[in-house]
């Protein structure tokens, strides 16, 4: 099996690992040339392709003069790219390159009510397209409840609220009743209210100047590693190339520090905090983001929590949370 590529072999689109196999498995590439005509038999059926080598102008292919030659083959697979067909009805959509634009709401330019995810918009994965519908489906919501449109946070990735994990635990806040409730100066015993509320998406990912490294180790990734055929044992081969994680190593991956800035319960706040301010909530109301509760009455402000916290997850504010 021969493949043909316009680019030298360090500019293929494709991931060295992909080039890598494909030698392997005992493909030979031809780089740096363009196919130039189809070059078929009697009976009108494919016998060869005549390549040349070819240079780059402006981003076109350009065939040199004299370079030509032939590949004999019975079979020519063109793979030169993917696009949508959107020729039955959709044409108006087609951004000239058989694609549909987007803006940061995942809805077409210009196309109120109409939204667009996936390959559609640029060939990608699927991880990619799963992430742009899920944004997608919120600009739907926004759009039908006629909403304005939210600006997406810089890092867009689905983030914790300590509000919907406290409704997950049944552990959803008390009616608020103002009426009921007269003067409401001070909050700290209401059980209306969520103490040391942070809404965490104005940071999914805490910076590592917030982090104290020193309870974070460098921990090197737990990599995957991939087998494949050799040229003679390609045929009929159909074991899984990709050689997953063992759950060992899943576990381990997973309790990397990922910069989450969530709190992991280690106590320090507790134990330094000078006023015993902080103290742990009980069992039956603590779940993930709350283990630690701080009681207003005797907290004078001074950091300290904030300064101990390894994780970055106590953020001191002025009540503009
Ligand atoms: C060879 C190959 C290998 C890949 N390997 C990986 C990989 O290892 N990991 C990874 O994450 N991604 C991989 N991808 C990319 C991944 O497959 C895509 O990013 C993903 O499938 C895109 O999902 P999508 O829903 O946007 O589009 P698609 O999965 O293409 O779904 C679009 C659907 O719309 C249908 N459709 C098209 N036109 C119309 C129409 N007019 N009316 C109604 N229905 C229509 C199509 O039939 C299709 O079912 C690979 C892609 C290819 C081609
Ligand atoms: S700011 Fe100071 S007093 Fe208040 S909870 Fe934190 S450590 Fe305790
Ligand atoms: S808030 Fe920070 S310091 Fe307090 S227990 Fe959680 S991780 Fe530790």
Same mark, same amino acid.
């Given at each position: 099996m021969t493949l043909t590529s316009l680019f030298a072999r360090e500019e293929m689109t494709a991931t060295e690992h992909e080039v890598e196999d494909a030698l392997r498995e005992g493909v030979s590439i031809h780089n740096g040339v363009m196919p130039i005509e189809v070059i078929v038999d009697d009976d009108g059926y494919a016998k060869a392709l005549k390549m040349a080598r070819c240079e780059m102008v402006d981003g076109r292919p350009n065939a040199v003069e004299g370079t030509e030659y032939e590949i004999e083959c019975d079979l020519i697979v063109s793979a030169i790219g993917q696009g949508g067909?959107?020729?039955?009805?959709?044409?108006?959509?087609?951004?000239?390159?058989?694609l549909i634009d987007s803006d940061a709401f995942y809805?077409?330019?210009?196309?109120?009510?109409h939204f667009v995810a996936g390959d559609i918009i640029r060939p990608h994965l699927l991880t990619t397209a799963i992430g742009q519908a899920s944004i997608a489906s919120e600009s739907i919501d926004h759009y039908l409840k006629q909403e304005a449109q939210q600006k997406r946070p810089k890092v867009d990735v689905h983030h914790f609220e300590l509000l919907q994990k406290l409704r997950e635990s049944n552990l959803s806040p008390k009616e608020f009743d103002a009426e009921d409730l007269g003067d409401m100066r001070g909050t700290s015993e209401g059980d209306w209210a969520v103490h040391?509320?942070?809404?965490?998406a104005s940071a999914e990912i805490i910076s590592s100047d917030r982090l104290f490294l020193g309870h974070f180790p460098y921990t090197p990734r737990n990599l995957r590693t991939s087998s494949g055929p050799t040229a003679d044992e390609v045929l009929g081969h159909f074991e899984e190339r990709g050689i997953g994680l063992s759950a060992e190593q899943a576990v381990n991956e997973a309790e990397r520090?990922?910069? &989450?800035?969530? +709190?992991?319960?280690?106590d320090n706040c507790v134990i330094y905090c000078p006023q015993d301010a902080i103290f742990r909530v009980k069992k039956d109301q603590a779940t993930t983001g709350r283990y630690v509760d701080t009681d207003y009455n005797k &907290?004078?402000? +001074?950091h300290i929590c904030s300064d101990v916290c390894p994780t970055g997850y106590i953020d001191m504010a002025m009540g503009d949370h």
């Open positions: 067909d959107l020729s039955q009805g959709l044409e108006s959509l087609d951004n000239g390159r058989g809805q077409v330019p210009d196309r109120k009510g040391n509320y942070e809404d965490r520090c990922m910069s &989450c800035g969530m +709190c992991f319960e280690c &907290c004078i402000g +001074c």
